[in-house]
């Protein structure tokens, strides 16, 4: 197969109709069409059943659509590597995703660690919202990836298990559920006048719900103290805190296990001496 067949095939399955995949590629309607019925013959399989309104994938489909994604994705990482390298003369510097506002004082204390190492590299950190950061690490715009077990896919990446922490609730202090010694998930999540944030999708749309839209952490703990919202979020950001927010644990969520991951098939010295680093501390 080649990569533009791929990029056809995936226009057609997320948009659920050939014509509008059409548009989306710009290009005329019949080469579209006929290029997917040649994938499928190349396959020997229906990758779609065409309908009236559009078209929806086989069984078939579904792994084709799941396997080109992380393919393109794949392709489009060794694309932007080789370019920062080349770009670097030879000597990129290494790319570390994270959450906004999330395992601050870890990544403080990854970085002053491996910048004390003598073949260090320079390190270049990259802040985005919560669920980005697995996508970054798939597609080459970062090497090197703090994620979150179980909020973050790690499936495909070789992983290094760095904490494990409860769950607690942000809420504001003097709120009447705030002097609470525990609370459950589903009674954190229905508090009437503190509904939780909403954070975006990787195309920048917002789920839909009462709480308000956020970016990144230093917002949503602005809102709490404002009265605004409440956000459930690892043990360890007790030691950020400051004024006006309280603590409540939370007896039945899962733990979270952060964890520094980066792709089994990378051979940069870089991200090899900062998962050392990461792996001693």
């Known amino acids: 197969m080649e990569t533009r067949e791929l990029r056809y095939f995936v226009a057609v399955a997320e948009e659920a109709h050939i014509g509008r995949a059409a548009e989306r590629l710009g290009m005329a309607q019949p080469p579209l069409s006929r290029a997917i019925a040649q994938l499928e013959r190349r396959l020997g399989a229906d990758l779609f059943v065409r ?3 559009g078209v929806t994938l086989t069984g078939a489909g579904e792994t084709l659509l799941r396997e080109g994604r992380a393919a393109l994705a794949a392709v489009e990482a060794a694309e932007r590597r080789t370019r920062r390298v080349a770009e670097a003369g030879g000597r990129a510097p290494v790319v570390l995703t994270a959450k906004a506002g ?10 002053d660690a491996y910048a004390a190492e003598p073949d260090a590299v320079e390190v270049e950190v990259l802040l985005s919202a919560p669920g980005h950061q697995a996508p970054m690490l798939r597609d080459g715009r970062a090497d090197v990836a703090i994620l979150h077990r179980p909020f973050d896919d790690l499936s495909g990446f070789d992983v290094d298990p760095l904490s494990v922490e409860d769950q607690v609730l942000i809420l504001p202090a003097g709120h009447p559920e705030s002097t609470r010694t525990s ?19 990787l195309d920048g749309t917002y789920p839909d719900g009462p709480g308000p839209e956020l970016r990144d952490l230093t917002q949503v703990l602005q809102l709490v103290r404002l009265g605004r919202t409440a956000v459930v979020m690892p043990e360890s950001v007790r030691a950020n805190l400051r004024d006006g927010l309280a603590v409540v644990p939370l007896s039945d969520a899962p733990q979270v296990t952060t964890v520094i991951a980066w792709p089994p098939h990378s051979t940069s010295p870089g991200v090899a001496g900062l998962v050392r680093t990461a792996a001693r501390l």
């Open 183 to 201: 609370m459950t998930v589903a009674e954190a999540t229905s508090i009437p006048d503190l509904p939780l944030p909403r954070w975006p999708h």
């Open 51 to 53: 309908t009236p309104r």
């Open 102 to 111: 999330a395992s601050s004082e870890l990544m403080a204390k990854l970085l």
